[in-house]
């Protein structure tokens, strides 16, 4: 075992402990072997997942703190190769990256380098003049309105950009909005981080990051692209077009630290991408790692391994407050639900997904890595019903078989105002809004607060009904946004799968376009980002 990771498992023992004393009966289900959701393993929900979202490789980790008690690889990494993926993989974490960057942050702070309200042009030279005075403290709440250079029409993901280029592309963009008001995720807000650390440090951002969190904790699968010739297995492969058998003149080919190919999958097939360059996308998005070490790290976040005061912590790991006073659930890429402790992490980098939730709460501490090289896949879900094999009061307690469950971020009522706001954004159609709480208190019930929107596109029901005509009686599309007995906020609508299977529709393209189309509307309009 590695000496640093004893100290970050000594650390977290005193949450265990905690955790221990404060839930007899929760504690009572810890490693528990028999883990499954609504009668499904999580090796099932897995490869059911990995089917219908074509991807081709993806390793899941899990935190039951101070355990990572399970570590798994599913499918290939990399198709053309055949390798398989494993506890050793690499994927681009993409996204994830802004937790390490924010801990840079908060470390430069506690080495009174950096000030969180100091504009950033006391730290990068030469921005334009409505960007030099936002504060460092904006940037890291992603509340200055700054153009997001992922969007420019110029910016191309399998090139390789320097800073400046990157900065150049959107510099002459207004803000979207007064600094300190809202957010908006921009990976450009995180660019400047990274500059600023450099300033800050002396150091590259990559030597700040190596020097401060790789290797203080002994993440040897954790790196940048520029790492890989060191660090990773990335020989040519054999001249049979597989490397399987390298191990045996090798010795860094026995369970080898080897990066995963990515892939994007269009017109419905899962296709190799070029060669991204994460370097590029700098502080928002180009660490590599495998699913264990980010585990590990996440670890860590419990302690005072990488930040030292726990106050210094909090500002990271807590809703952001903006200078109106308005709360929002998301900080540093960070999102917080209304679910006690919970907090999460992910996005896509060119040709990968990531996802890391943490159940913070003494009583949970269950935290879920997923990594996987298909871009564009939101694997929320997967990872919550994952959580909920571990714990069932992690989850929605809908039978996912039949109903598509997501917690949102707001509560009841700015969720369906959200809601009606992107449906008539995607020019959708809302033929009903029900307030079902407010019926029952019509009858003198009580009920939590429980909405349902009645919304749809006629073109793609239409299809549907001329195929099967029975299937009328599920149309329109019901959403239904509910508060339980947790105070969380849940937003749920039928199975189309299933739908499909009860009423014998084989317009399969049509029933996934809804479904990709409901989940992507849900998806948005529950999340801060």
């Known amino acids: 075992m590695k000496t640093s990771y004893l100290k970050v498992l000594a650390t977290a023992m ?35 997942f990995m089917q219908e979202k074509h991807i081709s490789g993806l390793s899941m980790a899990i935190v039951e703190a101070p355990y990572i008690p399970r570590v798994a690889g599913y499918g290939e990494s990399d198709t053309a190769k055949k390798l398989l993926a494993s506890q050793g993989t690499l994927w681009n974490i993409g996204p994830i990256t802004q937790g390490f960057t924010a801990v840079a942050v908060m470390q430069l702070v506690e080495q009174g380098k950096m000030n969180l309200q100091a504009p950033i042009g006391t730290y990068v030279q030469n921005l334009p003049s409505s960007w030099s005075k936002l504060t460092v403290m904006e940037l890291l709440q992603h509340a200055t309105g700054i153009a997001d250079y992922r969007r420019s029409p110029g910016y191309d993901s399998t090139q390789e950009y320097q800073p400046q280029q990157l900065i150049d592309m959107v510099k002459g963009e207004k803000l979207a909005f007064k600094p300190g008001t809202q957010i908006a995720q921009s990976a450009t807000n995180f660019l400047l981080l990274g500059l600023a650390i450099e300033a800050a440090s002396g150091m590259s951002y990559h030597d700040f990051i190596w020097n401060g969190q790789i290797k203080p904790l002994g993440l040897t699968h954790t790196m940048f692209i520029e790492d890989f010739p060191a660090h990773a297995s990335i020989d040519p492969v054999e001249k049979t077009g597989m490397r399987h058998h390298l191990f045996v003149t090798d010795g860094r080919y026995i369970n080898p630290v080897e990066p995963s190919a990515g892939y994007r999958v269009i017109d419905g097939t899962l296709t190799a991408i070029p060669s991204a360059t994460s370097s590029s996308q ?59 402790g919970f907090m999460d992490i992910k996005g896509n ?45 992690l989850g929605s307690g809908n039978d996912p078989a039949q109903t598509s469950t997501y917690e949102s971020v707001f509560d009841v009522k700015e969720t369906v105002a959200r809601l009606e706001k ?56 019901r959403v239904s946004v509910w508060e ?29 376009k809804m479904k990709d189309a409901v989940a992507e509307l849900v998806r948005k309009s529950s999340s801060a980002y």
């Not at 007899?24 to 499904?40: H, I, K, M, P, T």
């Not at 449906?423 to 349902?452: C, M, S, W």
């Not at 339980?484 to 029933?511: C, K, M, P």
Request: proline share 4%; charged share 20%.
């Open 14 to 48: 005193t949450i265990g402990a905690v955790f221990a004393l404060s839930s007899s009966s929760a504690n009572a289900a810890r490693g528990d072997a028999r883990l499954e959701y609504y009668g499904q393993s999580i090796d099932t929900m897995i490869a059911d």
């Open 282 to 340: 700098f502080a928002f998005g180009s660490l590599w790692a495998s699913a264990e070490d980010v585990s590990t790290w996440d670890i860590a976040l419990a302690g005072n391994e990488v930040i030292k005061d726990v106050a210094h912590r909090d500002l990271v790991y807590k809703p952001t407050t903006l200078e109106n006073g308005t709360v929002v659930p998301a900080m540093a890429g960070w999102q917080f639900t209304k679910h006690k």
């Open 349 to 393: 980098a060119p040709g990968y997904s990531a996802y890391l939730s943490r159940f913070t709460d003494p009583n949970e501490l269950v935290c879920v890595t997923l990594l996987a090289n298909t871009e564009n896949v939101d694997l929320t879900d997967l990872a919550r019903r994952i959580a909920a094999a571990y714990d069932a009061t």
């Open 422 to 477: 992107n449906i008539k954004a995607g020019n959708g159609q809302i033929f009903g809004h029900y307030d079902h709480q407010a019926n029952a208190q019509q009858v003198g019930l009580p009920l939590r607060p429980t909405e349902v929107i009645v919304f749809g596109n006629p073109a793609a029901g239409t299809k549907l009904m001329q195929e099967q005509p029975g299937i009328a009686s599920e149309l329109p599309i």
């Open 484 to 512: 339980d007995e947790r105070g969380r906020t849940w937003v749920s609508y039928g199975n189309f799968d299933r739908l499909a299977e009860r009423y014998g529709i084989h317009d399969v393209q049509t029933i996934t």
